[in-house]
């Protein structure tokens, strides 16, 4: 094996010395391009180099199985060393490449800044390497696909996926089977809610703020099919009535609870990332979250007996049911990567080798993210991690669309559903005109 773990800072010190925020003074890289197929082997084809992997992954658990994965790689292309750089994030590897000091491969933990890679070239297009090599990208489901490319351009490919669904303690369920329609949701929060005499929550059936850890505006949306764009690219938030369906759902369960009360109750939970989860210790009877929160409960909550289920759905819209929100790690190739050729190699391996696949995701308990890895027998799988392989796998379940303003769009929704769980917004439809409002105007500003 030759994966050599190096610090961020001693890269990006070395980046620092010559990043001007541009390219000027720098000779660009070769492209990563189709080239004609080699004969015999492509380990004997390829010549020898050393890439610069740069990630997100930051655990000591987290990098041992990346260094397993990078270890499949080196028995296939032993002439290659990878020298990996944990705990980078979007903003390091954006810059890097701006300054002339791009790493050979990048991945990244959210989809957020997949669009703007792709539009302005900072991620090689793998199109043609991809019909190269004759990969069919159906092994991948359609939502995988779309939340790793932009634009005609498949400037990434995912490698590990996440997706969300309902947890619920059992215990706590007395029996009752976990919700799915939005209705069945309220009336079974409203039953498993505990209070004191002066209203004071001692347990909350389920929590609908949005402001509570993963009820974000893109981990909800996709119970009621809502739509964030029109096809020009412009916001459809308040065109869409699946936005003021969810959005009057949820104020409607927060007066149920009282603002003031669920506030503080909320704001007395442990945090998101400790052994001091509400789930864990029955504060909470049903949460929505990620399929990593089982790994999470098997190291620091042994003893609790809950089941996983997908999300609850409109109740118009029974044909959601089973599906629910996806993202995920994508990798590509940045612009001015030293050995194209060779970081293709690696790319193509982490995403598409069935092994290097079901290692990381048995390590790190995400969603392998092609057919054959969520299929295979090495898989780890039980009842509850197999819900989330399903949800991810449901034709219907759904991300939320590239934007080169993605995050600046997901913010300013998630900023008015504050507002509005708040009782600060007297005219909903008004207030969701304002948020196309924002978004649109944005979009202007970025050139459409």
């Known amino acids: 094996m030759r994966f050599v773990p190096l610090s961020v800072a001693a890269v990006l010190a070395l980046a620092a010395s010559t990043l001007t925020g541009c390219t000027a003074n720098k000779q660009a890289g070769p492209s990563l391009g189709a080239q004609p197929r080699p004969s015999g082997s492509a380990s004997q084809a390829l010549p020898a180099a050393t890439l610069e992997l740069w990630h997100g992954f930051s655990t000591d658990a987290e990098v041992k199985a990346f260094e397993e994965a990078i270890a499949g790689f080196n028995k296939k292309f032993p002439q290659i060393t990878v020298k990996a750089v944990k705990n980078v994030q979007d903003d390091q590897i954006t810059q890097a490449i701006r300054g002339g000091n791009a790493p050979d491969v990048a991945a990244s933990f959210t989809t957020d800044s997949v669009a703007q890679w792709c539009r302005s070239g ?123 369906r969810l959005l009057t759902w949820q104020k409607e369960l927060v007066d149920w609870y009282g603002y003031a009360n669920l506030e503080k109750f909320r704001k007395s939970l442990g945090d998101e990332w400790s052994a001091k989860h509400p789930f864990y210790q029955g504060k909470v009877a049903m949460v929505l979250d990620g399929e990593w929160r089982n790994a999470m409960i098997a190291n620091e909550a042994k003893d609790l007996d809950y089941g996983t ?58 969603v392998p993210t092609t057919k054959a890895s969520m299929e295979s027998p090495d898989l780890a799988k039980d009842a509850n991690f197999t819900t989330f392989l399903n949800i991810f796998a449901h034709p219907k379940t759904s991300t939320i669309p590239a934007s080169v303003n993605s995050v600046f769009n997901q913010e300013v929704m998630s900023t008015f559903m504050t507002k509005w769980e708040k009782g600060s917004v007297p005219d909903l439809d008004a207030g969701l005109k304002g948020v196309d409002k924002q978004i649109d105007d944005k979009l202007k500003l970025s050139g459409g």
């Open 309 to 366: 289920a997908p999300l609850p759905v409109a109740d118009d819209r029974p044909d959601l049911y089973g599906s629910g929100f996806t993202a995920g790690t994508v990798i590509g190739v940045p612009k001015g990567a030293k050995h194209p050729q060779q970081a293709w190699e690696l790319v193509k391996h982490l995403t598409t080798d069935t092994a290097s696949l079901v290692t990381l995701s048995n390590a790190l308990r995400n």
């Open 122 to 244: 900072s991620f090689q297009d793998l199109t043609p390497v991809i019909k190269q090599d004759g990969i069919d990208l159906s092994v991948l489901p359609e939502v995988a696909r779309s939340y790793s490319g932009f634009e005609g351009r498949q400037c990434t490919l995912p490698l590990l996926a996440d997706a969300y669904g309902l947890y619920y303690n059992k215990a706590l369920m007395k029996g009752e089977q976990p919700p799915k329609t939005l209705s069945e949701l309220t009336a079974l929060a409203k039953k498993l809610t505990v209070r004191d005499a002066d209203g004071t929550i001692k347990v909350a059936g389920f929590i609908p703020s949005v402001q509570y850890y993963e009820n974000s505006p893109t981990h909800l949306a996709p119970m009621v099919g809502a739509k964030w764009y029109n096809d020009d690219g412009t916001s459809a938030i308040g065109s869409d009535p699946a936005w003021k």
